[in-house]
């Protein structure tokens, strides 16, 4: 209903959106009660091509569910939807040439094949030009630094090469939107940074437009531009992650193991959330007082065992953000191009 | 005594757990009706075709019985070979020695407990099966306790069969092809469809004497078809095959257990 | 629309490539599998010729008629399994919700998915169909072309069968069992003479069950060397795989309008 200019521009536009789901239960003998549960209750949003998006909520929010309606597997109760200038559940299959899916839960590899040989078959089943796919190929291997192991069967891999193989794979037939779902569950730090990396670099070089879920702050933080929060059906917050940092993680976790009793001193900006013998750990609110004022003060009341530095975890965040806002949606500057 | 009781113990945990597969039960169920109504067709046509009343000398009714029987018995099979392969390949063997039970005798009685609640569930199935399609079987009575006596032994003689190409895990990489000739041979040659007697004359003699004869065929045949003479010429080649296996399994378990303490398992 | 079935045709020898490929990294299961299957096979075929030894003549049907049904439908089971086995495994593929992947793909669902997995024991299947017509059968060239023909058409009637009961599962949510009932009940119905049944059972093996297609109507378009009759045989796979299609795009129909609640999250 838009003006179509503007349509062009945005990878996926949703409005007003419902999803609801009939449950038939029986009670008793020959009863059957029919709840209705609705799962995504009119939910808008617009993503322009080339952002990067991490779309979260907990479990049974309503977020796999709109995930299912924008790739097209399922069909809205009412409402639209529009991805790539395609209706979705209407043109699945066209669609779907377009898109491309990771899954850090299900596996699109072969388990007991090289992933060159996924790769062979994603080309048949994408219907890719033979030349264009092998020159493709190379160059994802190359840029993902996958060419060691691209002959080794799947099962041999450890879980970071194999997501690596993993969102190679999916970029084979080049699409204008990735969905990823959980992409570093399970990897160790380094193997989770060089995959964000890659998919950062990937959508800031060649436009692709990313939409991601996650439970990792980490993987928001450092992937996405954009957060929009869903809970319970609904978006509760829509808005840079620029803003959502300063806003809700200004907090930053600090944990220090002592090799004696520690000597501490109240800093302003810092709350002691726990002691226990020689542990200590310290909430410290980044709008008040920097981290390495903090880390400096501290590792002067005692010889320093170790130290760590967290994120508050998604779980507070998002809860920090129901207990402060019970408002609708807040619209922040997300649905513009942001830039960070 | 104390020994005694342990074993006990054990066959006994085996059949209480091996209660809880009742959904097995239904499939059963499917499997069976469809096979005993297919053979009985099969075989009412064949009756008729040659017109005589009985055939290796069973009647239509008897014939379905028999089957029910070889069916109960085969199907009862708990995956002795599997087990022993297992066992031997994880190690748990060589754990199992530790322990004041002695392993054939300890997998003896918990295939004992197994076999006795699936044979009760598949006979019970193909039982009721049969009794809606050819009625009871004649003389039923009688059958219970002749053939129940030659059950125990066959089931053990069975087991000693199955346990031996286990051992095999010792020697080669995958048991599983000779336990399935083994398997195979023992449905084929113990006259799981066909019974015995309507082999060619010259494999009469051979088959009878085969240890696959004392494990289905001949308590099959003893339930539809009770003759003190037989059931003690059953029991004489059942105890002779036991005691034939029984040796070989021990020579075979002792050279094995040399290879575990030569090589640490 | 050639074009389209020529593209399809490309996509399914590339899956059945890297099926074998994966089959083959386990080299000694896959042969163990395929040993096993014609095992299996063996013991069957071996009680009909001894059952035919003694029982020459069945209802106009001799041991030729026999082997020859055993043949068809092994091979027919088997080309079916080889090329579509996930056709077989489409009721837990919609139990646990494993359909949404592939429908990310830019292919027609059906197709695509069936073509997904290949059943490594099938290919013994095929082996000893082929096998045994030469064997026992010794046919000439124009019959060894007509047997070819109709194996195929049989496996297509097994794909169609697999597809429809796996597509019960839409409205059922969990029809793993009652389809893997439904599929055991067709392949045994296919190894026995349909001459062996009569009244409602015959009607079933013509429609239901469509066992006739495989135990009836090729035997005898072979024995007759009938076209006539092959075709009959042919029109029956035909009929089935599209009103397996037709069901299973409806029954996809509801699995996208959610229906079925196999949330995750």
């Known amino acids: 209903m838009s003006l179509v200019g503007v349509e062009m521009n945005d990878a996926i536009r949703v409005s007003s959106l419902k999803k609801v789901f009939e449950s038939v239960r029986h009670a008793g003998w020959l009863r059957t009660v029919k709840t209705e549960i609705v799962s995504v209750s009119e939910v808008n949003f617009s993503v322009p091509a080339g952002q990067s998006v991490a779309f979260i909520g907990p479990n049974g929010a309503g977020k796999s569910t709109t995930i299912k309606m924008l790739t097209g597997i399922l069909r809205p109760t009412s409402g639209s939807a529009s991805v790539l200038g395609l209706v979705p559940w209407e043109q699945r299959s066209k669609l779907a040439y377009d898109v491309g899916a990771v899954f850090g839960q299900r596996s699109q590899l072969w388990y007991h094949l090289p992933p060159n040989d996924t790769f062979e078959l994603l080309s048949r089943i994408y219907n890719l030009d033979r030349k264009e796919y092998k020159a493709r190929r190379d160059m994802l291997v190359e840029r993902f630094g996958i060419g060691s192991f691209i002959d080794t069967p799947v099962r041999k891999l450890s879980l970071g090469q194999r997501m690596k193989a993993e969102v190679a794979a999916s970029l084979l037939h080049k699409p204008k939107l990735l969905f990823l779902d959980e992409p570093t569950i399970g990897l160790d730090v380094n193997a989770r940074q060089q995959l964000r990396d890659l998919i950062r670099q990937w959508n800031r070089e060649e436009g692709l437009t990313v939409f991601l879920t996650s439970h990792d702050a ?97 779980e507070k965040v998002i809860a920090h953000i129901y207990s402060q806002h019970k408002e609708p949606a807040i619209q922040g500057q997300g649905s513009e191009v942001a830039v960070t | 005594m104390n020994n005694l009781k342990k074993y006990w113990a054990v066959a006994s945990i085996s059949a209480k757990s091996n209660l809880a597969y009742v959904g097995e039960v239904g499939s059963r169920l499917v499997f069976l009706a469809i096979i005993l109504y297919i053979f009985m067709r099969l075989w009412k046509v064949t009756y008729e075709h040659s017109g005589v009343q009985q055939l290796g000398g069973l009647t239509l009714p008897e014939m379905l019985w028999y089957l029910v029987l070889t069916e109960s018995i085969i199907m009862s099979g708990p995956r002795v070979t599997q087990l022993v392969d297992e066992d031997v390949r994880t190690g748990a063997l060589a754990v199992q020695l530790v322990r004041p039970l002695s392993y054939p005798l300890y997998r003896l009685f918990s295939t004992m407990g197994e076999r006795s609640v699936r044979f009760v569930i598949t006979f019970g199935a193909a039982a009721s099966i049969a009794l809606v399609l050819v009625g009871p079987a004649p003389n039923w009575h009688w059958h219970s306790l002749l053939f129940a006596i030659t059950l125990p032994l066959a089931f053990i003689l069975d087991f000693l069969g199955y346990f031996l190409v286990g051992l095999g895990a010792f020697w080669i990489e995958d048991t599983s092809g000779p336990m399935l000739i083994y398997s195979r041979l023992t449905m084929i040659l113990g006259g799981m469809l066909l019974p015995l007697p309507l082999f060619p004359e010259w494999l009469q003699g051979p088959l009878h004497m085969l240890p696959f004869a004392s494990v289905v065929y001949g308590p099959a045949r003893m339930f539809v078809h009770p003759n003190q003479a037989e059931c003690v010429q059953l029991l004489l080649n059942q105890f002779i095959w036991i005691a034939v296996f029984a040796v070989v399994v021990t020579a075979v378990y002792n050279i094995a257990l040399r290879r575990i303490s030569a090589n640490g398992g | 629309m050639l074009a389209k079935v020529w593209n399809y045709l490309g996509l399914a020898l590339t899956y059945l490539r890297f099926n074998f490929k994966t089959h083959l990294e386990y080299r000694a299961a896959f042969i163990s599998q395929i040993l096993a299957m014609i095992l299996n096979d063996c013991v069957w075929v071996l009680f009909w010729t001894q059952f035919f030894e003694r029982f020459p003549v069945m209802h106009g049907w001799g041991a030729t008629e026999v082997i020859t049904m055993w043949a068809i439908a092994a091979a027919g089971i088997g080309i079916a399994d080889t090329l579509c086995g996930n056709a077989a495994q489409l009721a837990a593929l919609i139990a646990r919700g494993d359909l949404d992947a592939w429908l990310l793909y830019p292919r027609r669902l059906l197709p695509h998915i069936v073509l997904g997995k290949m059943n490594a024991s099938a290919f013994g299947d095929t082996l000893f169909g082929y096998a045994i017509y030469i064997a026992f059968v010794h046919p000439d060239l124009q019959h060894f072309l007509l047997f070819s023909a109709l194996t195929v058409s049989v496996a297509f009637l097994f794909i169609g069968f697999n597809i429809l009961v796996g597509s019960l599962g839409f409205f059922l949510g969990n029809a793993q069992s009652l389809a893997e009932h439904l599929r055991f009940a067709l392949v045994t119905f296919s190894t026995y003479p349909a001459g062996l049944f009569d009244g409602p059972i015959r009607f079933l093996l013509y429609t239901l069950i469509p066992a006739a297609f495989v135990s009836y109507l090729p035997i005898e378009a072979l024995k007759e060397m009938s076209l006539g009759v092959a075709a009959l045989s042919l029109a029956g796979s035909i009929a089935l795989t599209a009103v397996a299609a037709l069901v299973f795009n409806y029954g996809l129909k509801h699995y996208e309008s959610g229906n079925l609640l196999i949330m995750k999250g």
């Open chain 1, 218 to 314: 980490g993987d928001i933080e450092h992937v996405a531009e954009r957060v929009i929060v869903i809970n319970e059906g609904t978006i509760v917050l829509d808005d840079s992650v620029k803003n959502v940092r300063t806003d809700f993680l200004g907090t930053k976790v600090l944990t220090v193991d002592f090799h004696e009793a520690p000597h501490s001193v109240p800093i302003r900006g810092v709350v002691e959330l726990l002691r226990d013998g020689y542990k200590l750990k310290l909430e410290v609110d980044t709008s008040v007082v920097s981290i390495e004022a903090v880390i400096t003060q501290v590792l002067s009341w005692g010889a320093v065992a170790d130290l760590t530095i967290e994120d508050p975890p998604l």
